[in-house]
């Protein structure tokens, strides 16, 4: 089974409106986090924001929030007020285990997420 | 943040043969992580480095294909061994960074190599 799952291969937003990513991540550890990157076209990966599983709040970064639901597995990126630059691929990844540096990061296939004029 | 630089930036290879790549990081990481993006695809981890020991290698890949030193504690490289055009992919290297709140909560990736196997 897939640890995680992002079920939009694709999405357009309008230039200045909030978008949502939806990912959800299996795991039966009790600690663990969750990240979320940008992909442009030249292929670098850029870390935009990070969950912990015993975070209270939801984390935020400038305009990109992620919304846990801890009791559904999921933590979807929001990006408010979207940027012709934030056209790119998106991906959601999962650290499992106690701790942290592990450093093995599970992905998630990939949203590509294109803004439009 | 950590800085993290890679060369070469992209490469065209014929098969057989064999490319190095190397990872330099601005400040000293415990580990270091080597992570493989073929075409359309996501990322996955070939092994993780320690400076001082053997690299551990994860399910599929082996040393033979994959081998990496890890000298000291900025530097590493990842050598591609008897390229197949299956090989074509971007490699990136990671590492952790001590971001707010701790070590593990974030980790940052280098520019990654191009690499096609002709």
Known sequence: ?117 | SAVISQKPSRDICQRGTSLTIQCQVDSQVTMMFWYRQQPGQSLTLIATANQGSEATYESGFVIDKFPISRPNLTFSTLTVSNMSPEDSSIYLCSVEDRGRGGIGKTQYFGPGTRLLVL
Do not use: H
């Not at chain 1, 076209?41 to 801890?70: H, V």
């Not at chain 1, 630059?85 to 590509?112: H, P, V």
């Open chain 1, 1 to 117: 089974a897939q640890k995680i799952t992002q079920t939009q291969p694709g999405m357009f937003v309008q230039e200045k409106e909030a978008v949502t990513l939806d990912c959800t991540y299996d795991t039966s550890d009790q600690s663990y986090g969750l990240f979320w990157y940008k992909q442009p076209s030249s292929g670098e990966m850029i870390f935009l924001i990070y969950q912990g599983s015993y975070d209270e709040q939801n984390a935020t970064e400038g305009r990109y929030s992620l919304n846990f639901q801890k009791a559904r597995k999921s933590a979807n990126l929001v990006i408010s007020a979207s940027q012709l630059g934030d056209s790119a691929m998106y991906f959601c990844a999962m650290r499992e285990g106690r701790g942290g540096s592990q450093g093995n990061l599970i992905f998630g296939k990939g949203t590509k997420l294109s803004v439009k004029p």
